[in-house]
């Protein structure tokens, strides 16, 4: 019988090594283990950010479409799991100021809000906008061009789960099941983790 459980350790050990090589990452203040794949996006790395500013993680194909996932608090209390608090009202709204903001920089241009609202990713709902604009070559850069940008966010444990959604706006049309296969298996992840 140990041997039958010892067994039965290794291979859970093994199954998820190769499911979450080293490529991926584990987001243990909120549950969320990020593997090395993500619908057919492929994990380049993690940042982390000095307080209060928490950590990102990146998928990106070869077309420079990518994905970026934010985890941070911003040593905010209350922010709650869902959509429904005033604390992440809030950082939705000082969300969809950064792209102003980069257009009043230079780095952007032509920005326009497309749409926003709620939108389910799985069965979890995520206040949600989608931005037009063209970045352009101040300070220099390999993503220049048209651009549409989709921003998810949600709270999870009292941390923001942001999600920043980028690609060419000629590609948008092509990389739509991309993109909501992303979502689709992104939503598992968050169901997983509860």
Known sequence: MQYFKLSIAFTVFLISSILFAEDGHHAKNVAIRFPAKLGDMTYKGVIKYAKPGGFSVRYQDAS????????????????????????????????????????????????????????????????????????????????????????????RK???????????KEDAAKKKKVKDKFLKDLGYLLLEGN
């Open 64 to 155: 420079q479409f990518r994905i970026d996932i934010y985890i941070y608090d911003g040593n905010k209390p209350n922010i709650g799991s869902g959509i429904d608090s005033k604390v992440l009202k809030n950082e939705f709204a000082s969300v969809l100021l950064v792209f102003p903001y980069m257009e009043k920089l230079g780095h952007y241009k032509d920005v326009k809000i497309v749409d926003k609202g709620q939108k389910k990713v799985g069965e979890t709902a995520f206040l949600w906008a989608q931005y037009s604009f063209e970045q352009i070559n101040k300070g220099g850069g390999n993503y220049l061009g048209k651009k549409i940008s989709d921003t998810y966010i949600v709270g």
């Open 158 to 168: 009292n941390y923001f789960i942001k999600l920043r959604m980028t690609m060419k």
